[in-house]
C-alpha cells in the first residue's frame, strides 16, 4: 500500500491495519469513496443488478400493500382527474382538444404525466427514506432513484389498458409512430430520473426539498400541455414559444398524443428540444449525484 503525502497519518494507519490483518490471516476489504467528477463507477450497477430488481419489486408491493382497491389506485388517480379536467377545462373553459373528444384528449397526456410525477416523487425521496440501508450495506447508491423511478411502469401498464378501451371506444386509431411510444415514455423516465437525481442528492442535507417537490409537481402539470395542447400556447404566445419548450415534459406529451392519436405532424421541435435538455440534466445531475454521495451516510 502506497502512503501518499496528502495524508500521510491516514495511510500510516491504514498501512497498520493491513499488516495486523495479514499476520492473523484475515482478507481485508476496504471500501472508499470514487476518486473524482468522473468516476461514476457504472459498472457496479449491472453488478448489483438483483437488489435493483428487488427494490423495484418491493417499491410496488409495498405501494398498495393493506389497500382496499390495490393496484386499481393506479388508474383511479388520473381516471378522476380526468373527469376533472373535462367538466372544467372542456365544458366550462371550453379549450379545444385538436378535433378529439376531450376526455381521450386528457387521459392519453396525464398517462406520461403521471408516470413522471410520480416517479420524480419517488426519485427525490429515495436516498432519505432508504436512511437505514444507506448506513448498514454498501451498494451503489445510485441504484436507489432508478429503482424509485424504474416501479412506476406498473402502474404506467395498468392505466394503458384504460387508454385502449377508451381508444376503442371512441373509434381512434394510433397512425404508425405508436412504434416510438417505447421512446417517449423512455423519455419521460429519464426526464424524471435527471431531475430526481439533483433533487435525491439535496433532500440529503436540506429536507426542505421533501415539501418543495409536491408543490412543484403541482405547478409543473399546469405549465406542461396536460389540460391542453402545446399548439394553443405557440398561438396565442408566439414569443414565448422557446422557452415553453424548455420544458422537457412538452416533447413527452405532446409525442405521446401524436403517437397514440393520429395527429397528422409529428412534434419534432420539442422532442429534439426535450432529449437535448434532459440529456444535459442527466449528466449534471448523474456527476452531482455521485460527487456527493460519499457524505450520505454521515448526514441523512
Not at 419489486?57 to 388520473?78: E, S
Not at 373535462?86 to 396525464?110: C, H, K, M, Q, V
Not at 448506513?135 to 445510485?142: C, G, H, M, Q
Request: glycine share 6%.
Amino acid at each position: 500500500m502506497a502512503v501518499t503525502e496528502r495524508d500521510p497519518e491516514l495511510a500510516s494507519s491504514q498501512f497498520q491495519q493491513t499488516l495486523l490483518a495479514s499476520e492473523v490471516g484475515i482478507s481485508v476489504i476496504r471500501i472508499e469513496p470514487s476518486g473524482g467528477w468522473l468516476s461514476l463507477g457504472l459498472r457496479e450497477i449491472w453488478a448489483y443488478r438483483e437488489l435493483t430488481y428487488f427494490l423495484i419489486w418491493r417499491d410496488v408491493k409495498i405501494r398498495y400493500k393493506q389497500t382496499a382497491i390495490g393496484a386499481a389506485w393506479a388508474v383511479l388517480q388520473p381516471l378522476l382527474t380526468m373527469v376533472v379536467f373535462t367538466l372544467l377545462f372542456n365544458r366550462i373553459a371550453e379549450i379545444p382538444s385538436d378535433g378529439l373528444p376531450y376526455p381521450l384528449f386528457a387521459f392519453t397526456a396525464l398517462l406520461p404525466w403521471s408516470f413522471f410525477a410520480g416517479a420524480l416523487t419517488r426519485c427525490s425521496a429515495s436516498v432519505v427514506s432508504q436512511s437505514n440501508l444507506i448506513s448498514k450495506v454498501y451498494f451503489p447508491r445510485l441504484i436507489l432513484p432508478i429503482s424509485a423511478a424504474v416501479s412506476g411502469i406498473v402502474d404506467f401498464a395498468i392505466a394503458f389498458v384504460i387508454l385502449i378501451i377508451m381508444m376503442v371506444w371512441y373509434g381512434v386509431a394510433p397512425n404508425w409512430g405508436i412504434v416510438l411510444l417505447p421512446v417517449f415514455l423512455f423519455l419521460g423516465l429519464m426526464a424524471a430520473l435527471s431531475i430526481g437525481l439533483w433533487l435525491a442528492s439535496l433532500n440529503v442535507r436540506y429536507r426542505d426539498i421533501g415539501h418543495a417537490v409536491p408543490f412543484l409537481v403541482q405547478i409543473w402539470m399546469f405549465v406542461s400541455p396536460v389540460a391542453y395542447s402545446a399548439s394553443l400556447v405557440t398561438e396565442k404566445w408566439q414569443k414565448w414559444q422557446f422557452l415553453y419548450s424548455l420544458n422537457p415534459m412538452v416533447g413527452v406529451i405532446e409525442g405521446f398524443r401524436w403517437a397514440l392519436l393520429g395527429q397528422a405532424h409529428p412534434p419534432f421541435y420539442p422532442v429534439l428540444l426535450s432529449v437535448v435538455i434532459v440529456t444535459a440534466l442527466f449528466v449534471g445531475g448523474l456527476l452531482f449525484f455521485k460527487r456527493t454521495e460519499q457524505d450520505f451516510a454521515d448526514v441523512v
